[in-house]
């Protein structure tokens, strides 16, 4: 890129997954952040509604058109599942602009996927989004137009796995999540009752993100996610049954090599946890303990707000536009 500014806009910046947009990508100098487009907030100011933000920075409410004629270089589209789909193919009608979706809506490559899981038609057949993961799909997120940002557990479930599934017989993801995973609106944000001193576990066999992750992990897969009483912060525990015998310093070197120079995944020497994570853009990995049964456990955790969605797709639009990849997120 030229000296000249990055112009960014985000639809949907008003809830959690926004409000991280905003901060970091107000942490940027070459990002100037045009649009803030949230229809029950718009002439508001950030801070009116986040306490903590120290910005003069207010919402807006631009039509697309309006959004078309500023001539963006980047939309970050942070609204609800089946949303994006009717602002996706407007916005991209602008070859200028480069798209960055945190929704499900373009995670999957074969949309009839996408509508038998989320009961939803998809209405936009025709756009191709490359999958966002940067740690395995850089080269190509580099030269993408649009951008599907993946789900938080499958962020933190398929670097957990990725370096070992060719070993691997079977996995078994066991996942925890803190409530802001949920959304402002959810019960467990507006009712503490339901999560203080409790862990939930919720859709044990056919949560979204399991179909998600089958697109990149090709290994028979399990997943079952829970809610726990903590705000961000997102744990995936791998159970890997492996086809043959491989010693645990094997497979830390599998990992490290994998990850060398990716510069948001640390490979550690303990048990991870939530505390090496929160408000970071760091996945962190680590255990790989082997137990008689020949069961690998590998341990990953991300903060889900971070990693988990806004995080990774500043990760991304750095990647788009050739910053430096940490812009922003250290």
């Given at each position: 890129m030229s000296a000249a500014k990055i112009k960014a806009g985000i639809i949907g910046a008003s809830g959690y997954t926004g409000y991280e947009l905003?901060?970091?990508?107000?942490?940027?100098?070459?990002?100037?952040?045009?649009?803030?487009?949230?229809?029950?907030?718009?002439?508001?100011?950030?801070?009116?509604?986040?306490?903590?933000?120290?910005?003069?920075?207010?919402?807006?409410?631009?039509?697309?058109?309006?959004?078309?004629?500023?001539?963006?270089?980047?939309?970050f589209t942070a609204t609800p599942n089946g949303e994006a789909m009717s602002i996706v193919p407007k916005l991209a009608k602008n070859t200028k602009t480069k798209i960055i979706d945190l929704s499900a809506d373009y995670r999957f490559s074969d949309k009839s996927i996408y509508e038998k899981i989320y009961k939803i038609a998809h209405t936009d057949k025709?756009?191709?989004?490359?999958?966002?993961?940067?740690?395995?799909?850089?080269?190509?997120?580099?030269?993408?137009?649009?951008?599907?940002?993946?789900?938080?557990?499958?962020?933190?479930?398929?670097?957990?796995?990725?370096?070992?599934?060719?070993?691997?017989?079977?996995?078994?993801?066991?996942?925890?999540?803190?409530?802001?995973?949920?959304?402002?609106?959810?019960?467990?944000?507006?009712e503490p009752k339901n999560f203080t001193d409790n862990v939930i576990a919720y859709n044990i066999v056919n949560h979204r993100h399991k179909f998600e992750i089958e697109q990149v992990i090709k290994a028979k897969l399990s997943f079952t996610p829970h809610v726990i009483p903590t705000f961000q912060g997102l744990m995936s525990t791998a159970h890997i049954l492996l086809k043959k015998k491989i010693s645990s310093e094997e497979v830390r070197k599998l990992y490290e090599k994998f990850y060398k120079g990716k510069p948001f995944v640390k490979i550690l020497d303990k048990i991870p946890d939530l505390h090496d994570v929160q408000k970071t853009n760091l996945c962190c990995i680590g255990g790989f303990e082997i137990d008689s049964n020949n069961q690998l456990v590998v341990v990953s955790v991300i903060d889900n707000l971070i990693k988990g969605a806004s995080g990774q797709a500043v990760q991304n639009m750095n990647i788009m536009f050739g910053l430096d990849e940490k812009a922003g997120l250290i």
């Open positions: 905003i901060k970091i990508l107000s942490k940027i100098p070459t990002v100037k952040l045009e649009v803030l487009n949230s229809r029950s907030l718009a002439g508001k100011s950030v801070k009116d509604e986040y306490k903590d933000f120290s910005g003069d920075l207010k919402y807006t409410d631009f039509s697309l058109d309006e959004i078309n004629k500023m001539e963006l270089d980047v939309v025709k756009q191709k989004a490359v999958y966002g993961l940067p740690e395995i799909f850089h080269d190509e997120i580099k030269k993408a137009n649009v951008v599907a940002n993946p789900g938080c557990y499958t962020t933190a479930s398929i670097l957990a796995a990725y370096p070992i599934q060719e070993f691997a017989e079977y996995i078994i993801f066991d996942c925890k999540s803190g409530y802001s995973g949920a959304g402002k609106k959810s019960c467990y944000v507006n």
